[in-house]
């Protein structure tokens, strides 16, 4: 029951504090399962966080309920990802009904850009983070040639030309990411 209660609070705050959802949340809920929490380990998270891409919802949804089950089987599931949507949820019922009231307000107008900037500053964050776990092996190694997984960074250069070069369907990238991870680390 503690576990779950603990689950509950912290995705909560985690909900109450995602503010640009998606990828900008990334870091806070590394923060809280992974250092503060010590419930998953960084190599589990990044997992977690590639499994949250290529399922259908949104990231922090997803992620929180993977988390949860990790840390308390179905019902952590559950209790984590309640806590995850309750907050936005209630936030953006309040917003909708402030922003249609006020909608031709400067102010909010010039509010609403400054949340977007935030926005940007915390998904650029996530997306050093993603880079960091892929080709140096944590979030916290600092840059060098000696750390650098050179199977991982191959395979993201050969990715990003044949994503630049003919836009294929991001499904067809994930298969063929996932077998070349299968032969590079199977």
Same mark, same amino acid.
């Given at each position: 029951?503690?576990?779950?209660?603990?689950?509950?609070?912290?995705?909560?705050?985690?909900?109450?504090?995602?503010?640009g959802g998606g990828y900008a949340v990334i870091p $806070?809920?590394?923060?809280?399962?992974?250092?503060?929490?010590?419930?998953? !380990?960084?190599?589990?998270? +990044?997992?977690? =966080?590639?499994?949250?891409?290529?399922?259908?919802?949104?990231?922090?949804?997803?992620?929180?309920?993977? &988390?949860?089950?990790?840390?308390?089987?179905?019902?952590?599931?559950?209790?984590?990802?309640?806590?995850? #949507?309750?907050?936005?949820?209630? =936030?953006?019922?309040?917003?909708?009904?402030?922003?249609?009231?006020?909608?031709?307000?400067?102010?909010?107008?010039?509010?609403?850009?400054?949340l977007k900037s935030a926005s940007l500053g915390l998904?650029?964050?996530?997306?050093?983070?993603? #880079?960091?776990?892929? @080709?140096?092996?944590? !979030?916290?190694?600092?840059?060098? $040639?000696? !750390?650098?997984?050179?199977? +991982?960074?191959? $395979?993201?250069? &050969?990715? @990003?030309?044949?994503?630049?070069?003919?836009?294929?369907?991001?499904?067809?990238?994930?298969?063929?990411?996932?077998?070349?991870?299968?032969?590079?680390?199977?």
């Amino acid at each position: 029951m503690n576990a779950l209660w603990n689950l509950l609070i912290t995705f909560l705050k985690i909900g109450l504090l995602s503010i640009g959802g998606g990828y900008a949340v990334i870091p $806070l809920i590394q923060e809280q399962v992974v250092e503060k929490n010590s419930w998953i !380990s960084e190599k589990v998270f +990044a997992d977690i =966080i590639t499994i949250s891409q290529m399922t259908p919802g949104p990231l922090a949804v997803n992620t929180s309920t993977f &988390v949860g089950l990790q840390i308390g089987g179905v019902a952590g599931a559950l209790t984590a990802t309640i806590g995850c #949507v309750f907050c936005g949820i209630t =936030i953006s019922l309040i917003l909708y009904y402030f922003i249609q009231k006020y909608q031709k307000s400067v102010y909010v107008l010039e509010i609403l850009n400054g949340l977007k900037s935030a926005s940007l500053g915390l998904i650029i964050s996530a997306a050093v983070t993603i #880079v960091s776990l892929a @080709l140096f092996g944590s !979030s916290k190694a600092k840059p060098d $040639l000696l !750390s650098l997984n050179w199977a +991982a960074f191959f $395979l993201f250069l &050969v990715m @990003l030309f044949f994503l630049r070069k003919w836009k294929p369907n991001p499904i067809i990238i994930l298969l063929i990411s996932g077998i070349a991870g299968l032969a590079f680390y199977g």
